[in-house]
């Protein structure tokens, strides 16, 4: 049975509808793991076992500070920090906890915490991840909390685990970085050929003993941007 607010008359109404009806304010809470936009993070500390990862954008680039100063891979940072941005809980498990051990958290399995302006800046979101969950749920999960927060949530172990990655997964892959534009010579040997190329004030290749040879700029474009 149902009624409208301030009206007599009852009426029927599906049992489908009434149960669509029923939430907990814990269905209610904001599922997503990070409130901003960790994606736009400029700086990021990974810990776990020991290990401290430090990385900092300079531009559009990712470079390592700790434990190596180096050119770090933009593509996996990038992987990590959108897949850590579009991570959802699939449950609240504890709104007040005062025994972090209890979930692992105490000495967790890892720590992340996302800066917006550098290492000095603001931060963004910093999370703790502890025990795996071992009953009740259909795909491996962990135990985590937001800093700042009491509530303890799930989190995917895939998520875990993306979030403790090792030096060489971190350290760039690109043999160079210097932009293909910007390079005016090269030289392919191979074999027994020894081909020395120069771009010429019209932006275009040429073998740099036979400028007047017509050569494809398609294909030695594609070969200098593998580099």
């Given at each position: 049975y149902a009624r409208l607010d301030d009206e007599p008359e009852l009426f029927t109404v599906g049992e489908s509808l009434a149960r669509s009806l029923i939430v907990t304010p814990l269905q209610l809470r904001d599922k997503r793991l990070a409130p901003a936009n960790v994606s736009e993070a400029?700086?990021?500390t990974l810990n776990y076992n020991g290990n401290t990862f430090d990385v900092e954008k300079s531009g559009?680039?990712?470079?390592?500070?700790?434990?190596?100063?180096?050119?770090?891979d933009n593509v996996a940072i990038g992987d990590m920090l959108s897949e850590w941005n579009s991570a959802r809980t699939s449950d609240f498990i504890d709104?007040?906890?005062?025994?972090?051990?209890?979930?692992?958290?105490?000495?967790?399995?890892?720590?992340?915490?996302?800066?917006?302006?550098?290492?000095?800046?603001?931060?963004?979101?910093a999370m703790r991840v502890g025990d795996v969950i071992t009953t009740g749920v259909p795909t491996p999960m962990r135990y985590a909390m937001r800093e700042g927060s009491p509530t303890v949530f799930s989190v995917s172990d895939a998520l875990a685990?993306?979030?403790?990655?090792?030096?060489?997964?971190?350290?760039?892959?690109?043999?160079?970085?210097?932009?293909?534009?910007?390079?005016?010579?090269?030289?392919?040997?191979m074999l027994r050929h020894d081909i020395p190329l120069s771009r010429g004030a019209d932006a275009q290749?040429?073998?740099?003993?036979?400028?007047?040879t017509a050569l494809d700029q398609t294909l030695i474009g594609r070969k200098i941007d593998t580099l």
């Open positions: 400029t700086s990021l559009d680039r990712w470079k390592l500070l700790t434990p190596t100063r180096e050119a770090a709104t007040g906890t005062q025994n972090l051990a209890k979930y692992g958290l105490n000495h967790p399995f890892l720590t992340a915490s996302a800066y917006a302006d550098g290492d000095e800046g603001r931060k963004i979101y685990k993306k979030l403790r990655p090792t030096l060489t997964s971190l350290r760039s892959k690109e043999l160079f970085t210097l932009a293909a534009d910007n390079i005016g010579r090269a030289r392919f040997q290749w040429h073998f740099t003993d036979d400028p007047q």
